[in-house]
């Protein structure tokens, strides 16, 4: 097989003088060295990458992507990489093989990337990275994998022989031919296989499977949000079984329905949140865990909260499906919307609220979405304001993946605590409502938890100008001994002031 015009790029350029002659003796002795891209030089495959940027960009796309694939997947990848606009500078590399592969550039070997990507995205990789002579990929016509590969690279290396570098059983056809195998990230059965074929150069083990990960990503500390769903319960002085197990149930389901929303929003913010001083440490942006795991997290948790949901009510499902379009809106464009993304998320928080009452069969009254609303607000407007302190602390004057600037700070700030007093204020008012009711024997109890309240908030902003609290105001208090204090506090008062006994 020849290698057409469009799959391969000779690159090559001079060793410099200082090399000398040894480096030129060195790359005399050195079979040329081709290179795996996906899952070898990068632990990230760049197809998935693309689909996902594709799908992010338009979801109509996905049914696009089904046509260009029946005309080969040479093809499909062709399109897409026409489409997308892909930060190879972010990728997650291989850094034990990219320091491999430098000590063999200054030594003089050539070096081809090969892979069965999209070649215009192949030779961007090549070109960010700087030690490649030439690249390999696939084109319109042909998709650069396995006995494809192969051929290229030995129409391309001649008699001279030639090195490989892969981690999957597709190259298990390039090792068969290579005078030097070289495996990265594979697993134990490939690893074995090209043992077998011949004893390789070098061997770089993958990063292990921890559950830990996998817990990490599902963000099973985001469930606590999910705690507003008792709310209504709280609020109505419900103590019957029943309507506690129902929520109890409703809990779970919302929080295997959140996590799955959590995963979609990591596989959609991947290039965002590599270039966050602290989100570039995510599974699935670090490439920890795959893009198709993530896949199969979504598949396995999204149903299955969906069944529970309708186990529980029909209305509670219909919410839940409401909760699952406005995220998947928020994480796909809302979220780059300034404003409009801190809105949606005070929203959501009060929709877990709304929820609640709709499981336990408990009126909600106005009062109390409105001080939530408000509250939430606050809470979201924390959450931006942390990520931008510590991204104008880096010398950055936006916030990636969002639609703010570092300026725009002190007006987040504002806005953010007026929030918080407006929710204060309307808690007063509600307080003032139910003097002399009977839900709170002792309703001017009630007023002690207005200061304990405003000293949260005026805390909580004032950690953000000190940049003690990173960007997730609901991990913080989580954490915070203090905060934990202020609620308990707050439950000993609410409790105080409908006892019927109470003094």
């Not at 929080?255 to 979609?264: D, I, L, P």
Request: proline share 4%; with cysteine; charged share 15%.
């Amino acid at each position: 097989m020849s290698i057409s015009p469009g799959s391969y790029t000779d690159a090559s350029h001079e060793l410099p003088a200082s090399a000398g002659d040894s480096a030129a003796a060195a790359s005399a002795t050195l079979s040329p060295l081709y290179v795996d891209l996906d899952g070898t030089l990068t632990y990230t495959d760049l197809l998935f990458e693309s689909v996902l940027l594709l799908i992010k960009r338009n979801p109509l796309y996905l049914f696009l992507c089904v046509l260009w694939l029946m005309q080969g997947r040479g093809y499909l990848k062709a399109q897409i990489a026409r489409r997308i606009r892909l930060d190879v500078a972010l990728l997650p590399y291989n850094e034990e093989l990219l320091t491999y592969l430098r000590q063999q550039h200054v030594a003089g070997r050539r070096l081809i990337l090969a892979s069965a990507s999209d070649r215009h995205l192949v030779q961007m990789v090549a070109d960010h990275l700087g030690i490649f002579s030439a690249v390999m990929g696939s084109d319109v016509a042909t998709n650069l994998k396995s006995a494809a590969k192969l051929a290229a690279i030995e129409n391309d290396a001649g008699a001279a022989g030639f090195a490989y570098a892969g981690n999957s059983s597709a190259d298990i056809a390039v090792w068969s031919r290579a005078a030097e195998v070289i495996v990265v990230n594979a697993a134990p059965s490939i690893v074995k296989q090209a043992q077998q074929l011949k004893t390789p150069t070098l061997i770089i083990p993958p990063r292990p499977f921890r559950l830990r990960l996998v817990l990490k990503a599902l963000r099973l500390h985001q469930w606590a949000k999910n705690a507003l769903l008792f709310v209504p319960l709280l609020a109505a002085h419900e103590l019957t079984a029943a309507p506690w197990l129902s929520t109890l149930l409703a809990f779970v389901a919302f929080g295997m329905c959140a996590s799955a929303t959590y995963v979609v929003n990591d596989l959609f913010d991947l290039a965002s949140d590599r270039a966050h001083p602290r989100k570039r440490a995510r599974p699935f942006a670090a490439a920890t865990l795959t893009i198709p795991f993530g896949i199969a997290l979504i598949a396995v948790l999204l149903p299955l909260s969906l069944w529970l949901a309708a186990v529980i009510s029909p209305v509670y499902l219909g919410l839940m499906l409401l909760y699952i379009v406005v995220t998947l809106l928020y994480s796909a464009r809302l979220k780059q919307v300034a404003i409009v993304d801190v809105l949606v998320l005070a929203s959501l928080y009060t929709h877990r609220i709304l929820a609640g009452g709709v499981v336990s069969d408990v009126l909600i009254s106005n009062w109390l979405l409105a001080v939530s609303l408000f509250m939430f607000l606050s809470l979201a407007l924390v959450k931006r304001c942390a990520e931008l302190e510590f991204m104008s602390g880096d010398g950055n004057v936006a916030l990636a993946g969002r639609g703010y600037r570092t300026s725009d700070l002190s007006y987040l700030i504002s806005m953010g605590i007026a929030s918080g007093f407006v929710a204060v204020m309307l808690l007063a008012l509600y307080i003032d409502s139910q003097v002399g009711g009977e839900m709170y024997p002792h309703a001017e109890w009630l007023w002690l938890i207005l200061p304990v309240v405003l000293f949260w908030i005026m805390r909580l902003w004032l950690k953000i100008s000190r940049m003690e609290i990173h960007d997730d105001p609901l991990l913080f208090a989580i954490t915070d001994r203090t905060s934990w204090v202020v609620a308990i506090v707050i439950g000993g008062i609410a409790v105080a002031a409908s006892w019927p006994g109470a003094a």
